[in-house]
């Protein structure tokens, strides 16, 4: 089983910027996949992106296209993701997650079998 640690989270205002990382360990796959999820109280656990490890090719989310970048260093085996001009709709615990083979989507939290602890996300308004 592949750990995930997420960091990164906290408070931000309305319009503010926050980073996220998701390392993981041992290793990762060369076929492997790493995303985002988030969960708001109430409210359904959604994918938010997601990057393949080769190639480096991204899914969003349409609610966070033009706001939310993914990146990763694949040598630390860690994603990062941007996030900018944030909203209180993204308030949410916001987990990593990991796939070791190549298929981003469907971005759905069941294709997923690794998951961080999560970080909480508040965006103020």
């Known amino acids: 089983q592949v750990q995930l640690v997420e960091s990164g989270g906290g408070s931000v205002q309305a319009g503010g910027s926050l980073t996220l990382s998701c390392a993981a360990s041992p290793y990762t796959t060369s076929t492997s996949c790493m995303g985002w999820f988030r969960q708001g109280p109430g409210k359904v656990r959604e994918g938010v992106a997601a990057i393949y490890k080769s190639g480096g090719a991204t899914v969003y989310a349409d609610s966070v296209k033009g706001r939310f970048t993914l990146s990763q260093d694949t040598a630390k085996q860690t994603i990062y993701l941007q996030m900018n001009s944030l909203k209180a709709d993204d308030t949410a615990m916001y987990y990593c997650?990991?796939?070791?083979?190549?298929?981003?989507?469907?971005?759905?939290?069941?294709?997923?079998?690794?998951w961080g602890q999560g970080t909480q996300v508040n965006v103020s308004s």
């Open positions: 997650a990991y796939l070791g083979w190549s298929g981003c989507t469907p971005l759905i939290p069941e294709r997923f079998p690794s």
